[in-house]
């Protein structure tokens, strides 16, 4: 029955229930509104967690020395060659001769011998069988056409999975001319090889097509050789010490070499032979004949060559000389692979590559044209500007965390009325937090002594007030010019030993810093001295060179350290982590999805959440069961009212009528 003001009481019963109902219902808006302020802490945890992980990234990047190994890089002349500097490189200048580029070697097939790319290469007088290209071997059908060779050669791998190092292509010359073109992949060639190694191992194929000359692989191609007429090395020994043996000749490209050789009481040929290999910028082998006393030069470039000797006078006499070999490209040779061939601070050097990485350590070079008579200056210089972003970046994160962590851990202000506090307000939990991570900024990084040992005296500081950390670039890059191992110890996980022979291989989580002690124990074992304590700590069982401690201040870290070396007696070991490693460790604890700071805070949020809602439910259902109540009784009492309203008027209507008739 609905009930309205219209009812006998007169009274808005509905009002009435609403107010009294609703005095029930703000106790449970209390602890819904407790329940929404637990998921507010909820997300605040979540949003910190993400501002850590952000701050964790930052950090792990600067445990790496990729972090710091950055460069400017200069050139005199880029059009013949750059620099770039990697891990390990170090500030230096080069001077740089360009006498040779790299090439990459390619073969063809013979002219018009394929006429029809869809027949059986054997309907063209091939034999099928196996060929083999540098060790891996194909094998190859009656019925297979040039282009499956062509993608038998692309699809094969070597013994490890890996492509090979050329590509196949078909040329079409015309409607009835196809040529296989065989491209080695790398510039160069490796020293004492001819190039791609290419076989017959059955059959022809290989043979027929061109591409080699005989089963064995030969390519027809052959290096320029000079010799001498005469007995040189006669006439080199009949020379008077001061005399001088003049020559001039042009190198494999075309440049014009000249020099002149002093004979002294102590030269010997050896050393016309080492100046002569050297004015060819290293591009020829010089040899005396054993048997003829021949002067013998000899290209070391395969192929087509214009390498000469146009004179050659010892003391006063010309030396007659004569081309015994020319150096051709064989049939199938469309490009002989050959070295780069170049100078670098007055040591003449060659490459297999036009971009060798592996001359000095970590440096890489370019060569982008060749260019004997120009010396080319390349430097490098340690980009200070890229190592301060880096570091500026984990200090960028660390103000974004702590920015965070001030506001809503904020108080209100008393004298504000509008003032709200933060929704962690009086939360220790997240303030311990972030003393954790300014503690490890402030960590003395002072293992291995040193005047640069905190981020304070690389310039970065912290502001009295908000706490936000910046950095002052002229102290930053007097530390990083002046102290750069230095500040890399501050940022990099570093092990150290009095041994050579001991070598820092990786650590944990658990490693403490120290100053340890090692003693070999015996052939499979070393022990560590905790350096607090004194107690000492044995190794896990060795695995090569390679010695692991699972116990102690020292757990997880893994050292190398060839056995017996040590027998002779103990050696010290330093060992200090970086900050990018303290922050990584301390982060992970607090943020491990099991039993971190954060995720037990956050189950405990949850738990009072999910108790919440076990109140609210039932407090929910004690309010609708208390408006049923009231809207039952309100509803009797009207009716009650009404029935005896009904009864009075029926009574008067009575008491009306019979005073009428009478």
Known sequence: MGITINGPSGIDTASLIDQLVGLEQDKVTTVQNQKAAYQVQVDDYSKIKSMLADLQTKAVALNQESSFDVFTSSSSDNTIATITGGAGAIESSYDLTVNHLAKSEKMISKDSLVTDQTAALSTFGVTPGDISIDGTTITITGTDTIQDLRMKINNATDSSGNKLGVTASVLKLSDSNYRLVLSANNNGVDSGDKGVGYKDVSGN?????????????????????????????????????GNTITYAGIDHD???????????????????????????????????????????????????????????????????????????????????????????????????????????????????????????????????????????????????????????????????????????????????????????????????????????????????????????????????????????????????????????????????????????????????????????????ARQGDVVFFSSGPASGLALSSPSGLLSGGDATFTFQKGLGDLLNGMINSITDPSNGTIQTHQDSLQSLMSDADSRIASMQTSVDDYKTRLTNQFAAMEQTLNTMKSQSANMLSSLGTTTTTT
Do not use: C
């Open 205 to 241: 194929v290989l043979q027929t097509l061109g591409i080699i000359t005989d089963a064995a692989g030969d390519k027809g191609s052959t290096n320029q050789t000079i010799a001498t007429q005469n007995n040189f090395q006669n006439v080199f020994d009949g020379l008077a010490v």
């Open 254 to 540: 075309g440049n014009q070499v000249t020099n002149t050789f002093v004979k002294t009481a102590t030269s010997t040929v050896n050393d016309f032979l080492a100046q002569v290999k050297s004015t060819y910028h290293s591009m020829v082998d010089a040899t005396v004949d054993a048997t003829s006393g021949q002067l013998i030069i000899t290209d070391k470039a395969t192929g087509s060559s214009q390498l000469m000797l146009n004179s050659l006078n010892a003391g006063a006499a010309p030396q007659a000389l004569t081309v015994t070999q020319s150096g051709t490209n064989g049939a199938g040779v469309m490009t002989a692979g050959s070295n780069s061939y170049f100078n670098l601070d007055g040591l003449d050097m060659n490459s297999a590559s036009n971009a060798p990485a592996d001359v000095v350590t970590g440096v890489t070079f370019q060569f982008n044209k060749a260019s004997p008579s120009t010396s080319t200056s390349l430097g490098l210089s340690r980009d200070v500007t890229t190592i301060q972003k880096n570091v500026q970046n984990l200090l960028d994160s660390y103000n974004t965390f702590l920015s965070y962590v001030t506001t809503s851990t904020a108080a209100a202000d008393p004298n504000d009325s509008t003032s709200k506090a933060g929704d962690l307000h009086g939360d220790m939990t997240i303030q311990n937090m972030a003393d954790q991570v300014k503690n490890a900024l402030e960590t003395q990084f002072n293992m291995f002594g040193g005047n640069t040992t905190s981020l304070a005296n690389l310039g970065i500081t912290g502001d009295a007030q908000t706490g936000q950390m910046s950095i002052d670039s002229t102290a930053f890059s007097t530390a990083v010019t002046n102290n750069f191992d230095q500040v890399l110890k501050i940022f990099v996980t570093n092990g150290i030993s009095d041994n050579k022979t001991v070598a820092y291989g990786r650590s944990t989580d658990a490693t403490k810093s120290g100053n340890y002690t090692l003693h070999e124990l015996d052939a499979n074992y070393l022990q560590i001295q905790d350096p607090s304590t004194g107690t000492w700590y044995t190794s896990d």
